[in-house]
């Protein structure tokens, strides 16, 4: 199984909602990230997670709060968003953190919508 | 920190024109080299890949990519496209002993084939 899931594949929500984005992968692997991508963008890089720990936060808000239940689940909380917030937000997985020749797989992603 | 630029934001080919997209990175060291894809309302997908050895390294769907470290380039190219090659291509670049294999994109080329 060398496959990203991620669900939903759609999500639309008000401002004032919390909803969660899941992420899955059954490859053993012990990083996995989230990414977030605006339309006509390559991605951006929001989180890391090593070993079910956050390793790397890149200044991201905290209406998003990343969650590591276990290796093989990342979920990503969201509450109070924006409108600007609306994009697609992809999760990806590595074998390890750090390593070298090591490449990212990534899921289908979530396409969110703020309202 | 690094950089990747991907110098031809639009491309327009007919069908069976030659493809080379471009892809440069600033990093002075060792690299991990990506080229993804996104067709329309699709997810990434990884077309090829170099870590190290062969400096020309093929990949999925007819595609080829050549390393040249000296320019450090790491060109895209396809002999012959066809109408669904039409899609956005990331070039991606990981810096040999980046902790969390932190990817760094190039801004993409969309690449429209008309039939």
């Known amino acids: 199984d060398t496959e990203v899931t991620q669900t939903p594949k759609h999500l639309v929500m008000g401002m004032t909602n919390k909803k969660s984005l899941k992420c899955e992968q059954h490859?053993?692997?012990?990083?996995m990230y989230w990414y977030k991508q605006k339309a006509k963008k390559p991605p951006e890089l929001m989180f890391v997670?090593?070993?079910?720990?956050?390793?790397i936060n890149e200044s991201v808000p905290s209406r998003f709060s990343p969650e590591c239940p276990n290796s093989s689940l990342l979920n990503l909380h969201l509450h109070a968003l924006q409108p600007e917030d609306s994009a697609l937000y992809l999760c990806a997985s590595s074998q390890r953190w750090g390593k070298d020749n090591n490449e990212q797989f990534f899921g289908p992603g979530t396409r969110l919508t703020v309202l | 920190a690094q950089s990747v630029s991907q110098h031809n934001h639009h491309v327009i080919l007919s069908e069976a024109a030659s493809l080379e997209l471009g892809c440069n990175y600033s990093y002075g060291g060792t690299v991990n080299l990506f080229w993804y894809v996104q067709y329309p309302g699709q997810h990434l997908q990884l077309l090829l890949k170099y870590f190290s050895g062969d400096p020309l390294v093929k990949g999925i769907k007819g595609f080829e990519a050549e390393f040249i470290k000296s320019k450090f380039s790491f060109n895209l190219r396809k002999p012959s496209v066809q109408w669904s090659d039409t899609a956005e291509y990331f070039c991606?670049?990981?810096?040999?002993?980046?902790?969390?294999?932190?990817?760094?994109f190039g801004g993409g080329t969309r690449l429209m084939v008309k039939p």
């Open positions: 490859m053993g692997h012990r990083a």
């Open positions: 991606a670049v990981i810096p040999y002993g980046n902790a969390g294999n932190m990817l760094t």
């Open positions: 997670y090593s070993y079910e720990k956050l390793s």
